[in-house]
Every structure is written in structure tokens, then in C-alpha cells.
């Protein structure tokens, strides 16, 4: 069964391939590495044997920390990882004594915000044609929770529904 860890340095160069797959302005290996150093970028992840399959990194600035961005690989979307990922963060956060996180969504990406609202984050304002695409400019929602008063509705971060 897989398990969310928290990525040591060594893990990092895998979280940063993941995230240049995925995201159009990627974090470098050197973001992610300085951001470790400091210990105000911590990323978590879910290894199937030795394969990064996806990863959640955040900046942390207590009491308040920020979701940076998250991919779970193609062939294993709708398992229940990006649940189990934001809530390991979340926890995380928690225990850091975090009151506050943030995150800009894509208003069209309907799987992350309705990930992140089921999630128990609120809408609270919104940044007109953040994203350019090739396609046209699209908004960012900004969303918030409270890491602390999510503890009822978070599963179990080692479990994950059949894929
Ligand atoms: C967003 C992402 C991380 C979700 O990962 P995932 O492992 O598929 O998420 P989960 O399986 O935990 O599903 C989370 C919820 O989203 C829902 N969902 C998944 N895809 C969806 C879609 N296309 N539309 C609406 N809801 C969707 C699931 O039903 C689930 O809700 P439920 O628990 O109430 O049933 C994944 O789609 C991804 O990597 N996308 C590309 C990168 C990205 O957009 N990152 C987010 C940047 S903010």
C-alpha cells in the first residue's frame, strides 16, 4: 500500500520533473532545494515502489502557509491521491500550528476545485485572467481553510480507493 511521506532533499529532483510535467511555470530543482534548506517549502508525496506518482508542495510562512501547486500522474487520477496528498498537507500545517491556508485554482480546472472544496476550502476572491493560455486568459480563485478544523473530514492519508 502506498503511504504520503514527507520528501527529504534526496526526493526532491523527482517533485521537480513531476512538476515540470505538469505546469507551465515549473518551480526549478534549485527552488525546491532552497525552499527546503530554509524549511519554507515542504512537499509531500506518494511513492508506487520507486515512482514519484504525486506530490503537493507548499510554502510555509506561519501562521500562514500556501498550496503551491500538486500533480498526481495521468494513470492514477480519480484514486483518491489528490485527496490524500492536500490532506497530509493540510495535517502537516496543522501541526505547525498553521491558521490559514491559501491557494489560486484555475477556475476551469473543475477536478482541482472540486477537490479543494470538498476539501473544506471557501472561495475568496478571484484573480481576473491570471492564467494565460493559448486559448485565452482564465481567472484564478483564491481559496482558504483553516488546516485546524479539517480533522473530521479528512480519510486516512495510507488509504485510497481501488483504481
Ligand atoms: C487535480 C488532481 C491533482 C486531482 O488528483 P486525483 O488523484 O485525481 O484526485 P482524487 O482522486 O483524490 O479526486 C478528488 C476529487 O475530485 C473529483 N474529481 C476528479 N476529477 C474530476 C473532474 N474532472 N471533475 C470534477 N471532479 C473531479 C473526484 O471525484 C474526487 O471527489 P470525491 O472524493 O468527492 O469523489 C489531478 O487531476 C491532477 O494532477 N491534475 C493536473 C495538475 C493540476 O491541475 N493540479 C492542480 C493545480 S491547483
Redesign the pocket.
Given at each position: 500500500m502506498s503511504r504520503v511521506f514527507l520528501l527529504s532533499r534526496d526526493d526532491l529532483p523527482d517533485a521537480a520533473a513531476l512538476e515540470a510535467e505538469?505546469f507551465p511555470a515549473p518551480w526549478s530543482l534549485g527552488q525546491f532545494q532552497r525552499g527546503h534548506a530554509q524549511g519554507t517549502c515542504r512537499v509531500h508525496g506518494i511513492r508506487l515502489e520507486v515512482v514519484l506518482i504525486?506530490y503537493i508542495s507548499c510554502q510555509i510562512f506561519p501562521p500562514e502557509m500556501e498550496i503551491l501547486?500538486?500533480?498526481?500522474r495521468q494513470d492514477?487520477?480519480?484514486?483518491?491521491?489528490?485527496?490524500a496528498l492536500v490532506a497530509a498537507a493540510l495535517e502537516d500545517g496543522a501541526a505547525l500550528r498553521i491558521d490559514a491556508c491559501h491557494?489560486e485554482?484555475d477556475e476551469t480546472?473543475?477536478?482541482?476545485v472540486?477537490?479543494y472544496t470538498?476539501l473544506g476550502f471557501t472561495r475568496i476572491g478571484r484573480r481576473r485572467n491570471y492564467y494565460q493560455h493559448p486559448d485565452g486568459a482564465r481567472d484564478a480563485i483564491l481559496m482558504q481553510c483553516d488546516p485546524r478544523c479539517l480533522a473530521p473530514i479528512r480519510g486516512p492519508k495510507e488509504i485510497f480507493r481501488q483504481c
Open positions: 505538469h504525486g501547486n500538486m500533480a498526481v492514477f487520477r480519480g484514486c483518491g491521491l489528490g485527496r491557494l485554482v480546472n473543475l477536478a482541482a472540486h477537490l470538498a
